[in-house]
């Protein structure tokens, strides 16, 4: 039997290098992956709590609070009290987070495209597909519940 576990490695590292050069390239400050990353889930997700975002990557708190200070001090990403509880911190993007994430967003998909481009019609279904099953398999016994 193949070794699944050196299957996902690689794949694991070589979307990350996608990923690395789009913010090395893209974007025109210097932003890593994990910042990325948040900037993809505030984005994604409607006025979202820190807790909210760092429990959706996987981010103990400390690191991330770090992560969202450097984004805030960036001017990417604006921390907001909630209205009916000070201790929680809303997040949302400025106008310049949400053109960094929209031009990362653009790159990565342009990216993924030309690797896709390589893979026939049924094949690129099939990859695609696969991974909707797969991430639909993860979230019922490998994802904590929020």
């Not at 990350?16 to 990353?37: A, M």
């Not at 708190?61 to 990417?76: E, G, P, W, Y």
């Not at 997040?91 to 031009?103: H, R």
Request: aromatic share 4%.
């Amino acid at each position: 039997m193949e070794n699944v576990r050196n299957i996902f490695q690689i794949l694991s590292r070589n979307f990350g290098l996608l990923n690395e050069q789009c913010c090395d390239t893209c974007c025109g400050q210097e932003i890593s992956i994990v910042q990325s990353h948040i900037l993809y889930e505030v984005n994604r997700q409607h006025n979202p709590s820190m807790q909210e975002i760092a429990g959706a990557l996987g981010i103990d708190i400390t690191t991330f609070s770090r992560q969202v200070k450097t984004l805030v001090d960036k001017s990417l990403v604006k921390k907001t009290p909630h209205p009916d509880d000070n201790r929680i911190n809303i997040l949302s993007l400025t106008p310049e987070g949400l053109e960094m994430e929209n031009n990362i967003n653009f790159t990565v998909n342009a990216q993924l495209q030309g690797v896709l481009s390589k893979l026939s019609e049924f094949e690129k279904e099939t990859v695609i597909r696969s991974i909707k099953l797969l991430n639909e398999a993860m979230k019922q016994c490998c994802v904590p519940s929020k």
